[in-house]
């Protein structure tokens, strides 16, 4: 199963960096993730025993390397016992005593505890851009780079998320395809055989459905950590607004902000369910799998769980890529990556990064994403060309959002310290469940605007 041993990184094993106060702080405050860990349903129990050494036994008595792997808890569960069932197989030939812990509440918490502490966990799955610990991660460029030979150049997503100037801090698992949810057969009832092109027949069908008590369950909310800020900025790129332009300047003062704001409002009026500003993670699904709404953005954690237990629902509902606006067609994608802690050194240095050369390898990855079916798409040309995709048509959609999909600030050469607050302390979702509660754009657009110039007083 191994690859060639990746050669050993000693470069900064003795002088590692001491992780900023602040920066500790805001992650173990709860940062605030994309869709990948909080895909919006109720998380599946953890491995049986939590832990896991080699298949078949206790590890060796005299293991030369000992691994603790943080994992948050992926919502296809199926993805949980692939990684349980790969460490077990490959920590028996490598003789290396491998242990995970699954945590889908805790995990940052117990990732701030382990930085701080300099000890513990020695890999981790994270869901955001590694800016704000980067003195705590190790250098994975040469890691990516055989991967890069081996199966193509990373996603502008992927790449993005998990580089910083250039540098490799993460392997990216992939991306997180979130689609539109919808109810195929009362779209149908009221004359649309597929889901609508563009965001203003988008609304006219909501007013519609609306009127028939099947109103949209879109998130305008920030009280949804993932779901919340993927539907308003959505919506904001889609109507030609964003965060940051390139040279690292706001963006977001603009009159496409403006126009998304005020569409925002007539669609959360005329289209959408009252309770929408106020949604919390796991509502859309809940609503959705109970019959209460017509459509929602999420990826596939609510078909998947409706084709175990509502299969009529699942029968009746489809998915499909987001409308097109004025600014074009645009979703909003997750990445979700592995990163090695910098105080992990010696034998259990070489052994990690072995690891994660041979988990993310064509020898074993292909398997890994097709169990998702497409909760995960691939972010390298070599694995999509793979037999990966899920055979079920009504979960086609994922493939087209690849292109389509935009992470926070997606301008930015990487997340800059005030872009990951901004995205952490919700202001986007925030400044439109304002805008739909009030019914005043320009309001809400300003006192976002006073929000970012007081976090960005903070980096100053």
Same mark, same amino acid.
């Given at each position: 199963? +191994? ?28 940062? +605030? ?42 919502? !296809? $569960?199926?993805?949980?016992? %692939? ?30 505890? +382990? ?8 890999? +981790? ?24 030979? %081996? ?19 993460? !392997? ?14 009362? @779209? ?54 964003? %965060? ?36 919390? %993670? ?5 609503? @959705?799998l109970g019959g209460q709404i017509s ?36 979703? @909003? ?29 064509l020898e074993h990855y292909p398997d ?21 995709? $899920? ?29 990951s607050a901004v995205q952490t302390q ?32 903070? @980096?100053?």
């Open positions: 199963m +191994a690859n060639e041993l990746l050669p050993r990184n000693t470069s900064d094993a003795a002088s590692r960096r001491t992780l900023t106060r602040r920066g500790f702080l805001r992650l173990s405050g709860g940062m +605030a993730g994309v869709a990948a860990l909080a895909a919006c349903t109720a998380a599946p129990a953890a491995p049986s025993g939590g832990a896991t050494t080699s298949e078949g036994g206790a590890a060796p008595a005299a293991a030369p390397a000992a691994l603790h792997y943080q994992s948050g808890s992926w919502f !296809v $569960p199926e993805l949980n016992d %692939e990684i349980e069932r790969f460490a077990n197989e490959w920590s028996a030939e490598n003789n290396v005593t491998f242990t995970i812990d699954v945590d889908s509440q805790g995990s940052r918490e117990k990732l701030a505890v +382990a930085i701080e502490a300099g000890e513990g966990i020695n890999l +981790a799955q994270i869901d955001f851009s590694p800016t704000t610990i980067q003195d705590a991660v190790v250098d994975v460029s040469d890691i990516v780079g055989a991967l890069v030979d %081996e199966q193509g150049d990373f996603s502008p997503a992927a790449t993005y998320q998990s580089t910083i100037d250039g540098v490799w801090y993460a !392997v990216p698992f992939g991306e997180h395809p979130r689609m539109i949810n919808y109810r195929e057969d009362w @779209f149908a009832e009221v004359g649309y055989d597929a889901f609508p092109s563009t965001w203003d027949e988008t609304l006219e069908v909501g007013r519609l459905l609306k009127e028939r008590g099947q109103p949209y369950g879109w998130t305008l909310s920030e009280q949804a950590s993932a779901d919340g800020p993927a539907a308003c900025l959505a919506l904001l790129w889609s109507f030609g607004g964003k %965060e940051w332009n390139a040279d690292g300047s706001l963006a977001l003062d603009s009159q496409e902000t403006v126009d998304a704001l005020n569409f925002a409002i007539q669609f959360y009026n005329d289209a959408c369910d009252p309770a929408s500003t106020s949604y919390q %993670e796991a509502t859309n699904n809940q609503a @959705f459509m929602t953005y999420n990826v596939n954690t609510i078909y998947l769980p409706a084709l175990e237990s509502n299969p009529e629902l699942a029968e009746a509902m489809n998915h499909a890529i987001p409308p097109e606006g004025p600014g074009g067609r645009y979703g @909003f994608t997750g990445v979700a990556e592995m990163i090695l802690l910098k105080h992990t050194q010696g034998a259990d240095l070489d052994a990690a990064r072995q690891f994660m050369a041979d988990f993310f390898s890994f994403i097709k169990l998702g079916q497409s909760y995960l798409i691939p972010a390298t040309p070599g694995l999509a060309a793979l037999p990966v995709w $899920p055979e079920d048509p009504k979960l086609g959609a994922a493939r087209d959002m690849g292109p389509l999909g935009l992470l926070y600030g997606y301008e930015l050469p990487f997340p800059n310290e005030l872009a919700l202001i986007i979702p925030k400044m439109f469940s304002a805008a739909c509660s009030s019914g005043d754009a320009e309001t809400a657009l300003a006192n976002a605007l006073d929000e970012i110039a007081s976090l960005e007083s903070q @980096f100053s």
